[in-house]
């Protein structure tokens, strides 16, 4: 059974960085194509930021493109995201998943890891 565990979220003022781990088991890391960041805000959906193949092709939402890095090291078995330039917006909680496509989560939802970007 595929585990997906978040961590390195925190509190940072606008324009700081924080750096996201996303740490899977019981699968062989490698061989999932997509995988994905997901953002979610209360009131409002989840929603995917970036994404990854198993080719390193990335993908970012509008709103997080140019600040957000999505990377992943196969031999960790672990999925990160590096943030930049971090905005009020940006506040919420952050899961990873395994991702059919844009958007479309795969696996069982995790704990995720809060950001909360405030002065």
């Known amino acids: 059974q595929v585990q997906l565990v978040e961590s390195g979220g925190g509190s940072v003022q606008p324009g700081g960085s924080l750096r996201l781990s996303c740490a899977a088991s019981?699968?062989?890391?490698?061989?999932?194509?997509?995988m994905g960041w997901y953002r979610q805000v209360p009131g409002k959906l989840r929603e995917m930021v970036a994404i990854?193949?198993?080719?390193?092709?990335?993908n970012y939402a509008d709103s997080v493109k140019g600040r957000f890095t999505i990377s992943r090291d196969n031999a960790k078995n672990t999925l990160y995201l590096q943030m930049t330039s971090l905005k009020p917006e940006d506040t919420g909680v952050y899961y990873c998943?395994?991702?059919?496509?844009?958007?479309?989560?795969?696996?069982?939802w995790g704990q995720g890891t809060q950001v909360t970007v405030s002065s």
């Open positions: 019981g699968t062989t890391f490698r061989r999932i194509n997509l």
């Open positions: 990854i193949s198993s080719s390193y092709t990335t």
């Open positions: 998943n395994q991702a059919l496509n844009w958007g479309t989560a795969v696996l069982p």
